[in-house]
C-alpha cells in the first residue's frame, strides 16, 4: 500500500499527545524536538500504571512483580520488532552516550592495539569521544571529515581512510545540526568489505522513521528513546554473532548473558516498561490511517514512516526554501528535503545577529527553540562557526505543522 494519497492527520497526532492540551506547553509552538519530543498519552498511561501498580523488583512469584517483569519484557519485545531485530540484541540503558561508552569498553576488548578507527567530525559527541578516549591504549584513531562548502560526509573520503588495519568505523545516521541523511546502507557495505565494524548514531533518524537495522546489516546502532516520543532512555542494537564475542562489562557472574553484557546496572524498569506505550502510539497511528491490519509491526512501522517522511517533507521544504532564499542567512545543509534525504532539523545562523539574540526574539514570539551547538562542537568548528553562540535549530517531529512554520516565518521576517 503507497501513501500517495493518504496524509497525517495531525488532529489525530496531537490529540494523543497531553503536552499539546497542557496549560503551560500548549502556548509554545515546539521546535525544539531534536533535543527532546513530546510523549503520547499512551506512554504516560504505562509508565502511571507501572509506578501504581507494579512498582516492585520485577521478576519474583507474586503477581505484581511477575506484571512489571512481564512488561518489562513486552517492550524490549515490542522494540526489537520495530527496527527488525531479535530481542536479545537490543540493550536499553540511560541513554546513548552511555551506550556508546559502554560498547567502545568492550570492543577494546576484542581489537588490538594498532588497529585503526574511524570517526567523523560531523557527528554529536556521543559517537566521537567514546572512540577517540581509545587513543590511549594504542588505538589509531582517523577523522573522516566532512566538505566544509556542503556540510555532506562523502564516501570518497571514507574510501581514502579505510586500510587492511581499519577495525571500526563510527558513523551518524543523521546530523542533528546537518540533518543530512547518510546512506548508511550503503556505507555498512564499503566497511564490511574492509572486514571492520560498522556503529551507527541513529539519534537523529529515529524521531522520523524506525530503522530496519538488518537491511541497513549495521553493526551496532543506537538511538535515544526520549527523542522518539518516550521517557529518557538509550537503545543499543548490536548483532548477537558480535555481542556474543565482546568481554562481559557487567558482574562477574553474568558472563555469557548476552545483552545483559553490554548493560551494567540493568534498564530502568518503570521507563522500559513504558515503551509499550510508544508501540502503542504507532499502532493506533497505522490503524486510523490504513486499512489492511493483518500484516506484521515491522510493515506497519515502514507505512507509518513514510507517512511521516511525507508529513514532513511537506512542512520543512517551505521553510529551507525561505531560509535558502534570505541572502543574511546561512542555512547548514541541504535546502530541500526528497526521497528522505534529509531530517526535518533545520541549522542556520544570521550573517550580522548572534545565534543567541535570533533565539531570544523567537522565544519572545512563543517559538521554542535554541541556540548552541548541540554537543556537535567539531561539526560547527569544521564549518567555522561559533562553537560558543552556535546554530538556531529548528527541529521538527510529524506533530509540527505548516502553521507552525508559517507562523516562524513571520517571525523571522517581523524580527529582520
Ligand atoms: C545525534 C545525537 N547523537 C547522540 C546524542 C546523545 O544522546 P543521549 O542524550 O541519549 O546521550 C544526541 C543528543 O542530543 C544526538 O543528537
Known amino acids: 500500500m503507497s501513501v500517495k494519497n493518504i496524509s497525517l ?20 509552538t515546539f521546535f525544539e524536538n ?9 506512554v504516560i498511561n504505562h509508565l502511571n500504571t507501572f509506578m501504581t501498580s507494579t512498582k516492585v523488583q520485577p521478576y519474583a512469584d507474586f503477581d505484581i512483580s511477575k506484571i512489571a517483569g512481564e512488561n518489562m519484557d513486552k517492550a524490549t519485545n515490542l522494540f526489537a520488532e520495530i527496527i527488525n531485530a531479535d530481542k536479545d540484541e537490543i540493550i536499553v540503558s540511560a541513554s546513548t552516550t552511555l551506550n556508546m561508552y559502554v560498547l567502545s569498553n568492550a570492543i577494546k576488548g576484542i581489537l588490538s592495539p594498532g588497529d585503526e578507527i574511524i570517526v567523523t567530525n560531523q557527528d554529536h559527541e556521543a559517537n566521537i569521544g567514546a572512540w577517540r578516549r581509545l587513543e590511549k591504549d594504542g588505538y589509531v584513531i582517523k577523522e573522516w571529515k566532512l566538505n566544509p562548502i ?23 545516521h543523521c546530523s542533528n545540526i546537518v540533518g543530512s541523511v547518510n546512506n548508511l546502507k550503503l556505507i555498512s557495505k564499503i566497511v564490511h568489505d574492509h572486514n571492520a565494524f560498522i556503529v551507527g548514531d541513529g539519534v537523529s533518524y529515529a524521531p522520523h522513521g524506525f530503522p530496519d537495522v538488518k537491511d541497513l546489516d549495521i ?53 522500559l516498561s513504558c515503551l509499550i506505550g510508544i508501540h502503542e502510539y504507532f499502532d493506533n497511528l497505522y490503524n486510523h490511517h490504513f486499512a489492511n491490519k493483518d500484516i506484521s509491526i515491522r510493515n506497519k512501522i515502514e507505512q507509518v514512516n513514510n507517512l511521516i517522511a511525507k508529513h514532513e517533507e511537506i512542512i520543512a521544504n517551505p521553510l529551507l526554501d525561505y ?35 535570533v533565539s531570544n526574539e523567537l522565544i519572545k514570539r512563543g517559538i521554542a527553540t535554541r541556540n548552541d551547538n548541540f554537543y556537535a562542537w567539531r561539526c560547527l568548528k569544521a564549518l567555522g562557526i561559533d562553537t ?29
Do not use: C
Open 388 to 416: 560558543v553562540d552556535g546554530v538556531i535549530r529548528i527541529s521538527m517531529v510529524h506533530y509540527n505543522t505548516s502553521e507552525d512554520v508559517n507562523k516562524l516565518i513571520y517571525a523571522l521576517k517581523e524580527i529582520y
Open 150 to 172: 556542503n556540510a555532506e560526509l562523502e564516501i570518497d573520503s571514507l574510501k581514502k581512510l579505510l586500510t587492511s588495519k581499519t577495525k571500526l568505523v563510527a558513523v551518524t
Open 9 to 28: 492527520d495531525t488532529d489525530y497526532v496531537k490529540a494523543q499527545f497531553p503536552a499539546f492540551q497542557d496549560p503551560l506547553s500548549s502556548k509554545w
Open 323 to 357: 531560509l535558502d532564499t534570505r541572502k543574511d542567512i546561512r542555512l547548514i545543509g541541504k535546502n530541500k528535503i526528497k526521497n528522505k534525504n534529509r531530517a526535518p532539523t533545520v541549522a542556520f545562523i544570521f550573517d550580522n545577529k548572534s545565534s543567541k539574540e
Open 219 to 271: 553493526d551496532f546502532y543506537t538511538f535515544s528513546l526520549y527523542k522518539t516520543f518516550g521517557p529518557h532512555l538509550g537503545l543499543l542494537y548490536g548483532k548477537k554473532s558480535i555481542l556474543n564475542k565482546l568481554p562481559n562489562q557487567n558482574h562477574q557472574f553474568l558472563e555469557g548473558e548476552v545483552p545483559y553484557t553490554l548493560n551494567p546496572g540493568g534498564p530502568n524498569h518503570e521507563e
Open 34 to 42: 531534536a533535543g527532546g519530543s513530546y510523549v503520547p498519552k499512551n
